[in-house]
């Protein structure tokens, strides 16, 4: 089959990915063991690869029965009674948390701090809104969707807030569905650059090919965004979580092919859909 492949050079692991993922290796090549609170990435198959190295991912309910051990703390953050555990327990926790993470949480607990009333627009149960929330003592309101909207007694005045892999354009919709309410809303844009400016480049990617692949692990937040930013400029995008997924039929001679992924997706896994699409 005759078709051309290019992957995108701006898809792959962002820096808060990479940082934690270093981190891990480096305890992993020095004692072969480590503890990490929840997935490393949401992408299964680089976790399959730490897990052979000795990583152990574990649940907050693990976590609560470990004493004098290491544990990660993945890029997505932990709220503050993670660390307490840990300093009751003599836990070393080993602090990947991303910059723009620990950033946000510091701007939510000062607002907090402060008597502010906080909405925080993000994932119900994701990591990295857990960790959000929990620097309110759990008193900040959380939507995911907007017609959540309708069943809350908003304040008359609020701080809102993003996880920071949400889309732009939903959030500054939410910002201006609130005003149109009557709330009168302290916006803070707290997305991540490295996240919502892919959205800007994928729409130019996506549309000079006449198929997408876009390759993310099923449980990524942020793989669900950037799909969808293909989707909407190229129909002809498919999702797979590995060259498994791929199917001969999705191609025909001639087709041009590119090939994209989340913040979550290692380079390693685009590299090997490229050579499987190549051979089918």
């Known amino acids: 089959m005759n078709v051309t492949v290019e992957i995108d050079e701006n898809s792959g692991f962002c820096f808060g990915v990479v940082y934690a993922i270093q981190m891990a290796e480096d305890v992993l090549d020095e004692t072969g063991r480590l503890y990490c609170l929840g997935d490393i990435v949401h992408n299964d198959e680089e976790v399959a690869r730490l897990t052979a190295k000795g990583l152990k991912i574990i649940n907050h309910d693990e976590f609560k029965l470990l004493k004098n051990e290491r544990v990660l703390i993945r890029a997505h953050g932990e709220p503050p009674e993670t660390y307490k555990l840990a300093l009751d327990n003599n836990i070393e926790l080993i602090d990947a948390s991303c910059p723009v993470v620990l950033k946000l949480q510091n701007r939510i607990r000062e607002a907090y701090n402060d008597e502010e009333k906080i909405l925080i627009y993000g994932k119900h149960g994701h990591a990295e809104v857990i960790g959000l929330q929990g620097q309110t003592n759990g008193d900040a309101i959380v939507i995911e969707k907007f017609e959540e909207l309708d069943n809350i007694e908003l304040p008359k005045k609020i701080q809102l807030y993003s996880q920071t892999t949400k889309r732009t354009k939903n959030l500054y919709a939410l910002r ?105």
């Open 176 to 280: 201006d569905l609130l005003v149109s309410k009557g709330v009168e809303v302290n916006f803070n844009d707290t997305l991540c650059r490295q996240v919502s400016n892919r959205d800007i480049h994928l729409k130019e990617f996506a549309n000079r090919f006449n198929k997408i692949i876009f390759v993310s692990g099923k449980k990524s937040s942020n793989g669900k965004v950037l799909y969808d930013v293909c989707k909407d400029i190229n129909p002809n995008t498919y999702f797979v979580s590995s060259k498994n997924d791929l199917k001969k039929e999705w191609f025909s001679t001639n087709d041009t092919i590119g090939i994209c992924g989340a913040t979550s997706t290692p380079q390693w896994q685009m590299d090997e859909v490229k050579e499987t699409i190549l051979t089918l």
